[in-house]
């Protein structure tokens, strides 16, 4: 027992000698991190507002790519119809080709007439002057009604000369006038097309000087959260430090004050098997919890307390749920040293019960606590404590 209690003292010493001496304020301090997180949360914000501008930024590029659509579509119709009112005015050539080729033959025919009338008259008749007359046919046309004298069929000739001259004129007007409104309208179907692609590509312009604005700002923010990470971690290390020295500081003045199984013991009981499984326990101080291990450099709960209970010659499984059948129940006001504590919910899964520590005296126990922690002292009284167990 003495020579447990000696490599105990030992272990607590170096313990105290490797550590730093304790900071009054670790580094960094509590400030520094706050200051760290107020950056991240202010850069956060931009980044929002930024996100916000992007969304908006989106969704006028998604407007104005369909009104662009829109517009597209607008001129493939006036396209289709400009090419149909081509094919509508190479008609109505075709047709006035048609009514000049009919104007051309009845003014022959009117010229023949004429001619014969001439040659039948005297020059003094009313007819050879009207014949004769400047402006030809047309003139002579404009001056129907002085055709009277004529015959009847003299008079349809004349007529159908009329008509088929104002049936020319008419479609030649309708197929210039077809066409050059169409021209327009597919000229501003086009300038049109045009604007709107204009207007979409500034937007996509827009939203991808945003889209960079934002990469940026999202650079920024990961930069600041990476330096708070790095200071909370420093500080919380820094803080770790500070508890495992003060705690081995403490075993160790204990150790100092008349023997450990004294200095810790409850009601000061004489060393027992429990003190022997508490002072291995506590020379396991600092060493890492890592899930299911057992030693001899890293534990999980359960695994310290096992390997601790094996150093007092009692064996027991590497499992909570046997653990706390592995002797009587202990009432929590006639703990010993060695005792050991559990944590969970009581209920007929064994399970339930999730954490297990050991008992060292004055309300404190030795356990691994969690991934990232390490062996440690702490408070018993927890609100999930269900009660204790004494191996045997």
Same mark, same amino acid.
């Given at each position: 027992m003495h020579t447990v209690k000696k490599r105990l003292l030992v272990a607590c010493c170096l313990l105290v000698a490797t550590c730093p001496p304790a900071a009054a304020e670790p580094a960094p301090s509590a400030g520094e991190v706050a200051e760290a997180r107020a950056a991240v949360r202010h850069r956060a914000k931009a980044l929002g507002a930024a996100s916000v501008r992007l969304a908006t930024a989106h969704t006028r590029l998604e407007t104005l790519a369909a009104e662009a659509g829109q517009k597209v579509e607008a001129y493939n119709g006036q396209l289709v119809r400009l090419e149909?009112?081509?094919? &509508?005015?190479?008609?109505?050539?075709?047709?006035?080709? =048609?009514?000049?080729?009919?104007?051309?033959?009845?003014? @022959?025919?009117?010229? %023949?007439?004429? +001619?014969?009338?001439?040659?039948? /008259?005297?020059?003094?008749?009313? %007819? #050879?002057?009207?014949?004769?007359?400047?402006?030809?046919?047309?003139?002579?046309?404009?001056?129907?009604? /002085?055709?009277?004298?004529?015959?009847?069929?003299?008079?349809?000739?004349?007529?159908? #000369?009329?008509?088929?001259?104002?049936?020319?004129? #008419?479609?030649?007007? *309708?197929?210039?006038?077809?066409?050059?409104?169409?021209? !327009? +309208?597919? &000229?501003? =179907?086009?300038?049109?097309? +045009? @604007?709107? &692609? @204009?207007?979409? !590509?500034?937007? =996509?312009? $827009? =939203?991808?000087?945003? $889209?960079? !604005?934002?990469?940026?700002? *999202?650079?920024?923010? !990961?930069?600041?959260?990476?330096?708070?990470?790095?200071?909370?971690? *420093?500080?919380? $290390?820094?803080?770790?430090?500070?508890?495992?020295?003060?705690?081995?500081?403490?075993? @160790?003045?204990?150790?100092?004050?008349?023997? #450990?199984?004294?200095?810790?013991?409850?009601?000061?009981?004489?060393?027992? /098997?429990?003190?022997?499984?508490?002072?291995?326990?506590?020379? *396991?101080l600092g060493k890492p919890y890592v899930w299911a291990a057992a030693g001899p450099s890293s534990y999980d709960c359960s695994g310290l307390t096992m390997r601790a209970w094996e150093q007092a010659g009692v064996r027991i499984d590497h499992w909570t749920g046997t653990q706390w059948t592995s002797g009587p129940h202990i009432p929590l006001d006639q703990l010993r040293r060695g005792d050991l504590l559990f944590f969970g919910k009581l209920t007929t899964n064994p399970g339930d019960i999730h954490h297990v520590g050991m008992y060292i005296g004055r309300g404190l126990m030795v356990h691994a606590p969690q991934t990232g922690d390490v062996v440690r002292v702490a408070s018993m009284w927890r609100r999930d404590l269900v009660g204790a167990t004494r191996p045997r």
């Open positions: 149909q009112a081509k094919a &509508r005015h190479a008609a109505a050539t075709v047709r006035l080709k =048609a009514a000049e080729a009919k104007v051309a033959e009845t003014s @022959a025919a009117v010229s %023949m007439l004429a +001619a014969q009338a001439y040659g039948g /008259m005297d020059l003094s008749n009313p %007819m #050879v002057g009207l014949l004769s007359d400047e402006g030809g046919v047309p003139g002579y046309l404009h001056r129907a009604g /002085m055709l009277a004298s004529m015959g009847d069929e003299q008079g349809e000739t004349l007529k159908l #000369v009329r008509d088929t001259q104002k049936v020319a004129a #008419v479609l030649r007007a *309708q197929a210039q006038e077809a066409y050059a409104k169409q021209r !327009d +309208a597919f &000229r501003q =179907a086009e300038e049109a097309k +045009a @604007a709107a &692609r @204009a207007a979409v !590509d500034r937007q =996509a312009r $827009e =939203a991808k000087l945003i $889209e960079a !604005d934002k990469r940026r700002l *999202q650079s920024r923010v !990961d930069a600041a959260r990476s330096e708070a990470e790095r200071l909370a971690r *420093q500080r919380e $290390e820094a803080l770790e430090r500070a508890r495992l020295e003060r705690e081995a500081r403490m075993a @160790a003045r204990l150790a100092q004050r008349g023997g #450990v199984a004294d200095g810790w013991a409850a009601g000061g009981s004489s060393a027992s /098997m429990g003190d022997i499984a508490a002072d291995w326990a506590l020379s *396991q």
